[in-house]
Each structure stands twice: as C-alpha cells, then as structure tokens.
C-alpha cells in the first residue's frame, strides 16, 4: 500500500512529508558581522548558493550585502560594525541583526590591535550602546541564539585561541564556540557552519516549532 501511495504522490505531484517539510520551512535569519575587512564578505561568498547582492534596510539604506544558501537552510546578511560612523548609522547595523536567530563572528588575526575594539562592539551587540539624541532602546542580539566565531588565520592555530582568549566572550553570557579557518579556504567555513546548523536543527526541536 505503502508504494501505492507513493506512487501516486509521484504522479501528481505531491511532495512526502519529508520533503515538504524541507521546501516550505522558512530560512534560518543569520548575520554575519565583524570589524571591516575582517573577512565577512569571504564568508558570504562561500556560503552563498544565490546571486550575492546589496542588503537594504528600510528601503533606502545600503547597510551591506546578503546571499542564501538553501541547501543549509540560511538567510544570510553581512554587515560591518565598529568605526567612527555616525549614531544612526549604528543604529541602523544594530538593527540588521536584531532579529536573527544566530550570528557568525568574523575575526581577522593579522590585525590584534583591532581586537580591543571588536571586543567592545561584541559588547555593544549584547547590551547596546548610547546613541545622542536617541531615546529608544538601543537594538541588540537576540538572547539565547548561537554564535560561530570563526577566526581567519594564516598561522598557528594556538595563536588564533589567544586571539579568541582575548574578546573574553565568556563574560557576555552567550552561545559561542570558535573555529579556526584558514584565510580564503571555503572548505573550512562550509565545515564550522555545520555547528551551528546542528545547533540551529536542535533550538527548533527544543521550542516545539518543528512539525512531523
């Protein structure tokens, strides 16, 4: 009866559970942020399966650039934090990844001296900073979610740990592990990634939001 059944939904069309399931979840929301040109933009184009293009917000605001990649299940954005950019301007990166259910971290080893200020922004993303003339709460990342910290190094990994060690991401009381990628290897950034789609796979089972 089983393959009866099977064959018709083969005829007319008719998805399995299995597969509808698939193709009609929605994607995964994920940011990936960083200090400018610590790598975000390699990231993005590793994992993007579509056409990568500018990501807009608000309708008007070039705030940086998103791709997709289905076969992960993830909506992917890319923005640049830190510098001296005006308050609404942070506002604005803010609110590109206030929404998402995780985030990819990129840090760059080759430039330490920028880890103390990416240690502030990461800050930032958690508890929000002030903003002159801004009365609403300032946007931060969702509490809860995964965050992948993968560290572009060209080196000895131990060093890229240090690196890590040093944005004391512990103290933020988030979700976070590290990995070490070598510089422009898309292999390695596929790989890390599916920690935190396993991770991803597990907080929709555990909030009941996965039917069978």
Do not use: C
Not at 46 to 54: C, D, G, Q
Not at 180 to 205: F, M
């Amino acid at each position: 009866m089983s393959s009866f059944l099977s064959r018709l939904r083969a005829l007319f069309g008719v998805p399995t559970s299995s597969s509808s399931s698939l193709n009609t979840r929605p994607l995964t929301q994920v940011a990936i942020i960083g200090l400018f040109g610590a790598g975000q933009r390699t990231v993005l184009e590793h994992l993007s399966e579509t056409p990568i293009r500018p990501y807009i917000l608000q309708g008007r605001h070039h705030i940086g650039e998103e791709g997709s990649s289905p076969s992960l299940g993830l909506a992917l954005r890319m923005v640049d934090v830190g510098g001296d950019a005006p308050g609404r301007w942070h506002v604005l990166t803010a609110q590109s990844y206030a929404d998402v259910d995780a985030l990819i971290v990129v840090v760059d080893v080759a430039d330490p001296i920028t880890l103390d200020e990416l240690r502030e922004e990461l800050g930032r993303v958690v508890r929000g900073r002030r903003v002159q003339g801004r009365t609403e709460p300032f946007p931060v990342a969702k509490p809860g979610i995964p965050w992948l910290v993968l560290v572009m190094f060209k080196g000895e990994v131990v060093i890229a740990r240090e690196q890590v060690a040093a944005l004391r991401l512990d103290e933020l009381g988030v979700d976070w592990v590290f990995r070490p990628v070598a510089a422009r290897n898309g292999k390695d950034i596929k790989q890390s990634v599916s920690w935190l789609t396993k991770r991803l796979e597990e907080n929709i089972k555990s909030s009941g939001k996965e039917k069978i």
